[in-house]
């Protein structure tokens, strides 16, 4: 069965080889087990086990041994490796880089992307997107918001609008706000969901 090139960058060959790539290379001191990198992108161990095996032998990613854990990372910088991280960045990007700048703001329950990006992520067709729209769910400061739209902003060398939105006003039964109602059948990249065990 043929797969079709994604959206965001049709140079690659799916969506799960630029989230796996994305991963790596925007972490590039980290290593990952197969269940981390699996955990982390979304897909069970075996797809991202045939992923992991494809980018290894083709040298697009490190592995390593211990024991029985098998543990990927990035390949050591070089002109191609560099040329790539960027290609990503600005593709693949956006859900790694909002989700590190989301993880550790206190009383945060849920983030995503909206909009242009999210809908080629998704699979639309369409121009590249020229800006990225981030909610933040939950008790967000101003300063917060503010803090991850500017650093955002300067990775992803794209504009990112950063819209919170109260807990109560986005889980409503019957939402009457006119912006949570137009993001319903909008497309949505969820990049950061708090577990209902840490609320």
């Known amino acids: 069965m043929r797969v079709e090139a994604p959206s965001l ?13 994305a991963l790596l290379y925007l ?20 797809a991202l086990h045939v992923e992991a ?18 543990l990927l990372r990035a390949p050591d910088p070089s002109p191609l490796v560099n040329a790539l991280r960027d290609l990503l960045t600005l593709s693949y990007g956006p859900a790694t880089v909002i989700h590190d700048l989301v993880v550790d703001i206190d ?21 590249v997107p020229q800006d990225i729209d981030v909610a933040l769910i939950g008790r967000v ?21 950063v819209r919170r939105i109260p807990t109560d006003v986005w889980r409503s039964a019957e939402p009457t706000n006119p912006f949570v109602l137009s993001l319903q ?14 609320l």
């Open 9 to 21: 960058l049709p140079l690659l060959r799916s969506r799960l080889q630029g989230d796996v790539l």
């Open 27 to 46: 972490h590039p001191d980290q290593e990952y087990t197969l269940t981390d990198a699996a955990q982390a992108v979304g897909v069970n161990v075996k």
């Open 53 to 70: 095996n494809r980018l290894v032998s083709s040298g697009f990613a490190v592995e390593r041994r211990v024991g029985v854990a098998r």
């Open 107 to 127: 009383g945060l329950e849920l983030a995503f992307i909206y909009g242009s990006w999210a809908a080629r992520y998704l699979g639309e067709r369409g121009p």
């Open 141 to 161: 400061s101003a300063d917060d918001g503010d803090r991850v739209a500017q650093e955002a902003q300067r990775l992803l060398q794209k504009s990112v609008d």
């Open 185 to 198: 059948d909008r497309p949505k990249v969820t990049v950061f969901e708090r577990e209902e065990s840490e």
